[in-house]
RNA sequence: CGGGGUGUGGCCCAGUCGGUAGGGCGCCACGUUCGGGACGUGGAGGUCGGCAGUUCAAGUCUGCCCACCCCGACCA
């Protein structure tokens, strides 16, 4: 592609609305084009790299032995309805006004292609069975953010796989990881996997591949000595147990105008482990107390599995006062019936601790469970941050940023008990189909490597993704001594199978050198008078610093050399 | 949904006390330049987010609305 030709151009300033510097260069180099919240058109140099991308993970999935189809974007919703989820996607899910309204745009397709499978699939033979496609989701966000981190409509390869047994998941999971891994190496990217929480309808386990970036959304804990890694929402670390210790009698203790953990165990001259604190929650309208240690926090995700709620929040201040407590000395003991307590597993390892007294001003000391205070459920609540101890090795955790740019779960039978995706089993007996399922935004995949390989200068494409791998800048092009050798060059190159950009504008060289290193293409060869002169031409990598000259008659030799092939 | 911010040519911005819109980048033409975003001359391009209102007069004041961005909630 002539530069003269290409659609899109770059800019020199970044728009005001990007934040994040993947979107800043996305759009000063012409790659995306904004058409509403959450909302991009895709220009050519993007939609390059995503074939490329699209391209490598096909390839992966294929390798694993999965089987690519397309599925539709509209569906009926009664669809839904069977599993629920029109309820549970809840305000996410784009609804058609079309002329009965009981269409819906498919934010993913798990309900779609378990009711393929039932019709395709009735024996243990017809399976395991891994499906594929990648195609376009819709889900209405609340609040699109970053460019092309997080919005409304997007491209992603999404698969299923359906196997007899859980060991045929088992292994379906494991090369569906396998095959991740591989996508995003081929992609040049440096991603980690994490144990993650699966969600409101998941199973029982899931992964996240993430991308470590300072701009993600996550926070992941990562163990500084072993491979322990795992999302923030599902990380759990070690509690150390107290030695024993004689349980003591209880006593409330006068503590004025101390309200903060921290104040309260310096005046009770102990250390904030051994307090309790107490707060209270709102799930699903039911008022809930929670107990934990008060040098930890509460993990709300794992709360809300805790309760199996839809929905929690912290309770507001009337509604704490209304529950009969006292702020800043809530105390899980004494609260009114019918109250539903929730502990966090920790006050089981410590005894004495030092917890509010429900009444202005004081505390108590000694406090111990079950001896003082009971819970309907006992349960890890904790939120893990930096520096508590890894559960498999004892070190030191520590936290970091990513970006999620992909998830896999082991889903069950959830979908195909609902549905009915049954198989006949081996002995005549009908079974549902064990469920997995694994998906990559592929979007976010190019936005997530550009967050990870820039300069100040501009973007530093992974070859394999690279819109072009070559950018034939021809200085001074109008000049026919240039332009000669520079087009028989560029012929050569696409002759050759190189992906090449051809920079035959009539600009200066500062325009071309400084729009070559800010659309990142991997590979820059110079054709300028000053070399020719010379007999030679220049060859640098967009990574590297130093620029080569290479006789003319081995440019061709030297590219593929440096493209690896 | 709560909080904060921004809307003026394709992009970045200025616009004072209300007097009918301006700069830089980019774009077009001509000329001079030519290895890290050259220069000169001449041009094109604007319902100032929208709708009401106040006023002789609104980019500017008032009200309502809309869009977009950021933080949070949320994110099977």
């Excluded at 101390?258 to 709102?282: G, Q």
């Excluded at 039978?413 to 002995?427: M, R």
Aim: net charge negative; charged share 30%; with cysteine.
């Amino acid at each position: 592609m002539r530069v003269s030709k290409l659609f899109g151009k770059t800019l020199r300033e970044s728009p005001a609305e990007a934040e994040l510097i993947s979107h800043k260069l996305m759009l000063r180099a012409g790659l995306i084009h904004q058409v509403g919240s959450g909302i991009y058109a895709y220009l050519p140099l993007a939609w390059r790299s995503l074939r490329k991308i699209e391209q490598i993970i096909r390839e992966e999935m294929d390798a694993a032995g999965g089987q690519e189809l397309r599925l539709s974007i509209l569906q009926p919703r009664e669809l839904w309805d069977t599993t629920g989820r029109t309820e549970a996607f809840g305000p996410d899910l784009f609804k058609l006004l079309d002329r009965r309204d009981r269409t819906l745009v498919a934010p993913t397709h798990e309900e779609e292609l378990t009711t393929i499978v039932k019709n395709n699939v009735s024996s243990y033979r017809d399976l395991p069975v891994i499906l594929y496609q990648i195609h376009t989701k819709f889900r209405d966000e609340p609040r699109p953010r970053g460019g092309l981190i997080r919005v409304r409509e997007f491209d992603m390869k999404d698969a299923y796989s359906f196997d007899v047994d859980q060991d045929g998941l088992d292994k379906s999971y494991d090369a569906m990881v396998q095959a991740y891994k591989n996508i995003y190496a081929r992609c040049g990217l440096d991603v980690i996997m994490v144990e993650a929480d699966s969600g409101a309808i998941g199973g029982k386990d899931s992964h996240e591949f993430m991308l470590l970036a300072g701009s993600g959304e996550d926070t992941i804990v990562v163990c500084t000595n072993c491979d322990y890694a795992a999302n923030s929402e599902k990380a759990v670390s070690k509690k150390h147990r107290q030695a024993p210790e004689p349980e003591a009698a209880m006593e409330e203790v006068h503590t004025p105008a101390i309200k903060t953990i921290e104040a309260l165990a310096k005046f009770m001259d102990v250390r904030t482990n051994k307090t309790l604190k107490t707060l209270l929650y709102v799930a699903d309208d039911e008022l809930v107390s929670t107990v934990i240690r008060g040098h930890f926090n509460v993990n709300e995700i794992k709360l809300k599995r805790a309760l199996k709620a839809k929905d929690l929040r912290l309770a507001t201040p009337e509604e704490v006062k209304a529950a009969g407590l006292v702020q800043g000395f809530a105390s899980p003991i004494g609260l009114k019936g019918g109250l539903k307590v929730v502990a966090d597993d920790s006050v089981e390892t410590f005894s004495n601790f030092v917890a509010g007294a429900n009444k202005a001003d004081h505390h108590l000391k000694n406090v111990n469970y079950p001896r003082d205070f009971q819970a309907n459920i006992v349960a890890d609540i904790t939120l893990v941050e930096k520096g508590q101890t890894c559960i498999k090795c004892d070190s030191k955790l520590t936290t970091k940023r990513g970006i999620e740019v992909g998830h896999v779960f082991k889903l069950g039978t959830v979908y195909s008990e609902i549905i009915g995706a049954h198989f006949l089993d081996n002995d005549g007996k009908q079974q549902p189909a064990i469920m997995g399922c694994y998906g990559i935004g592929l979007g976010r995949l190019l936005a997530a490597a550009i967050e990870q390989n820039h300069d100040d200068k501009g973007i530093l494409f992974p070859t394999s993704i690279a819109p072009y791998e070559v950018i034939l800048s021809a200085l001074k092009s109008e000049d026919s001594e240039v332009t000669k050798p520079a087009d028989a060059l560029y012929t050569t190159l696409q002759k050759e199978g190189v992906h090449v950009l051809y920079d035959d504008r009539p600009e200066s060289a500062g325009v071309k050198l400084n729009d070559a290193d800010l659309l990142g293409i991997p590979v820059r060869v110079v054709v300028s008078p000053r070399n020719l002169k010379n007999g030679v031409v220049e060859i640098k990598e967009r990574s590297s610093e130093q620029a080569n000259e290479v006789a003319s008659g081995e440019v061709v030799a030297e590219v593929k050399r440096l493209l690896g092939r």
